[in-house]
């Protein structure tokens, strides 16, 4: 017999009984958005990250004694990255109205604007939903944006099963509470897309105890879920959704005609941690076996509602579905997802290794049009001397009307072009000095990410955004010194633990630890397959060059094959790459060490225009510096 799950009760934190009071995500945001003020009160706060939206304070802009620059983030929730043509020009047109003029692409396929003023923020919202997007759902306690691989092929149909069931899945756990359309609509529901019959039917449906009977939130109750919640649907072999980083990772499996069969499933992984507290910790997936297509609502719900009554709701910090599991265990927690399902999960099916995919440049879509991979460094979307691609973007969606899918790496795919637009459009973005050849893009800067830090993120110990083209740079120039020019790896940077750009999973990764200091993290996988580890707690930036240049000589030198930075320092183990450093000669070295290489000053402004032409023409700085003197050199020869 199958028993309903009985959770205990415990003591609730402080934003437990924000969320309780707050008549489903209503109130207090819904009186304070109507006060003469520049800001909201900390219950709202909570509240209106429910909403899409958190407010921050540009810390550029802080006088001592003045009040604080408050400003607000807008962030999209957009199911695989989807951005239909009229939903990305209005999200232009409110960078320019109401934002700082950019917009960025996050590392969960959605749209960020930054800079709204509390007085705009009812406009903005409104305008995004009447243009087919919404926000509802963006940030807080319950599921994020439903990630899938951006790749819009329409002859692989394991790629349309991602996209379709990951708006299958977002719809499913979508708060269904009014309030949204109350606060933001005045009560008028926007047009949407007709939800899915079996979604509708999965979320009536009761189960063992999945759904909470006559409420308005037959999901999530009234307290929503203790922490975020993240989902994504994927393929096998293509890891370009960060899969191991997700609550739920679902992986589509189809017969030999291509048909639908079922899902993989992967649950409990998550990247968030707090400095010095080791009970904080990012953690992987794991596999926990496979559901067929027909069962795969109920089987998602069952693993919400385990998360749901049993995650922590005590502790914050403690409040995500990685620590459930892995404080429970995976036998433990499969059991209890068991218990809600109402039988067995059945073993996973065999798959193949998973690698990462960012789609850029020109390609086929496998119906006679093609899509195009546009590279955008941190996601920042925006004019910037010889690069516009801002303008870019604007004109080629106004003229030929296409859509457009966020991709995981913060990037944008503009899809369903015709061949013959190809040539026009291509000669566009030359004009505006936007790269599509993915080959011409330093492999650095096109494998990294970076969170936005400073000066706006609240949470942000350091910055990331704004340093990461200089740390780069300076990587490049040192692989080169040391005869590694052609060498790259995936590195990540963050101004915090939080991890929103993933360093956890990247070959090097940097995380703020303190003003203009890092910690270290070395030996994820090329493929994010296999989580980094904590090589250093500080590292200057200045000492970058110092700090690595023993382990890129030791991997040089002791490296098997074509192995990787991340996969050498996984084989060699950390008390290796420390014993090597400790006995590093730099002076051994043929070249010159950078302490004592020519350096050559120029005016802020000059370099500044350096690096945005290096940035367009996917070339390092020094080389783009070193030709322009050695042209000028040639002139006096001459």
């Known amino acids: 017999m199958v028993t309903t799950p009985t959770p205990p009760v415990k003591k609730l934190s402080k934003v437990e009984g924000i969320k309780e009071r707050s008549n489903y995500l209503r109130e207090p945001v819904a009186s304070e958005l109507l006060e003469d003020t520049n800001c909201f009160t900390e219950d709202a706060i909570q509240l209106l990250k429910f909403h899409g939206s958190y407010q921050q304070d540009n810390r550029d802009n802080r006088v001592k004694g003045q009040e604080k620059d408050y400003q607000f983030m807008l962030r999209t929730r957009n199911p695989g990255g989807f ?41 903005a919202i409104a305008s995004i939903v009447k243009s087919m997007g919404s926000t509802l759902g963006a940030c807080g306690d319950l599921n994020r944006n439903v990630m899938a691989p951006p790749a819009p092929y329409k002859n692989r149909p394991e790629y349309q ?60 109750g009234t307290q929503y879920m203790p922490r975020k919640f993240k989902c994504a649907v994927t393929v096998p072999g293509d890891n370009s959704v960060d899969l191991y980083s997700q609550d739920v990772s679902l992986v589509v499996i189809t017969n030999k005609k291509g048909e639908l069969q079922g899902f993989n499933v992967f649950a409990g992984g998550g990247l968030g941690r707090t400095h010095n507290k080791e009970e904080t910790f990012p953690r992987a ?21 385990t998360q749901r009554d049993y995650g922590d709701r005590t502790n914050r910090r403690h409040a995500r579905m990685k620590y459930l599991v892995e404080d429970w265990g995976v036998e433990r927690f499969v059991g209890k997802v068991e218990e809600y399902f109402g039988k067995a999960i059945a073993p996973s099916k065999p798959l193949p290794p998973f690698k990462y995919e960012d789609f850029l440049g020109w390609q086929e879509q496998g119906d006679g049009k093609l899509f195009l991979g546009i590279s955008i460094e941190n996601g920042r979307i925006k004019d910037e001397g010889d690069w516009q691609l801002r303008t870019a973007l604007r004109e080629i ?13 913060q990037n944008a795919l503009l899809y369903d072009i015709d061949p013959a637009q190809k040539s026009p459009i291509q000669k566009l973005l030359k004009q505006y000095g936007v790269q599509t050849d993915p080959q011409a893009i330093d492999p650095l800067v096109r494998y990294s990410m970076a969170c936005p830090a400073m000066p706006t993120c609240g949470l942000a110990i350091t910055e990331s955004e704004r340093v990461i083209p200089g740390i780069l740079e300076r990587i490049r120039v040192l692989l080169a010194k040391l005869g590694m020019a052609k060498e790259h790896f995936v590195i990540r940077m963050t101004g915090c633990p939080n991890g929103c750009a993933r360093p956890y999973l990247a070959e090097l ?47 040089k030198q002791s490296r098997q094959g074509k ?3 991340g996969d050498f320092c996984d084989r060699v183990g950390f008390d290796a790459i420390r014993q090597f450093a400790a006995t590093y000669d730099p002076t051994s070295l043929k070249t010159r060490t950078l302490n004592n290489r020519p350096r050559i000053s120029i005016k802020p402004d000059v370099y500044g225009r350096l690096q945005e032409i290096a940035a367009s023409q996917g070339k390092p700085a020094s080389q783009l510096a070193t030709e322009a003197i050695e042209a000028y050199l040639q002139t006096i020869k001459d």
């Open 509 to 555: 990764g940097f995380v703020g630890s303190f003003p203009e200091q890092y910690q270290v993290w070395l030996g994820g996988s090329a493929d994010q397959t296999r989580l980094a580890k904590t090589y250093t707690d500080k590292m200057h930036v200045n000492d970058l060059e110092s700090f690595l240049e023993p382990m890129f000589v030791y991997f």
């Open 83 to 123: 951005i239909p043509p009229q939903l990305y020009l209005t999200l232009d047109n409110l960078a320019e109205e109401y934002g700082n003029g950019t917009l960025r692409a996050t590392t969960r396929q959605g749209f960020q604007l930054h800079g709204i003023l509390k007085k705009n923020l009812k406009s």
């Open 563 to 565: 192995e990787s930075f």
């Open 397 to 409: 969606v106004q003229k030929y009307n296409l859509p457009m899918l966020v991709t995981p790496h």
């Open 285 to 305: 997936a794991d596999p926990i076996g496979y559901v067929d297509k027909d069962d795969v609502y109920d089987l998602v719900k069952a693993i919400v509602a």
């Open 161 to 220: 099963y991602a996209l379709e069931y990951a708006n299958n899945i977002a719809d499913l756990l979508r708060p269904q509470t009014g309030a949204y359309y109350e606060i933001w609509l005045d009560g008028e529901k926007a047009i949407a897309a007709e939800e899915h019959p079996a979604v509708k039917a999965a979320r009536q449906r009761n189960g063992n105890g999945t759904i909470l009977a006559d409420a308005a939130e037959p999901i999530y």
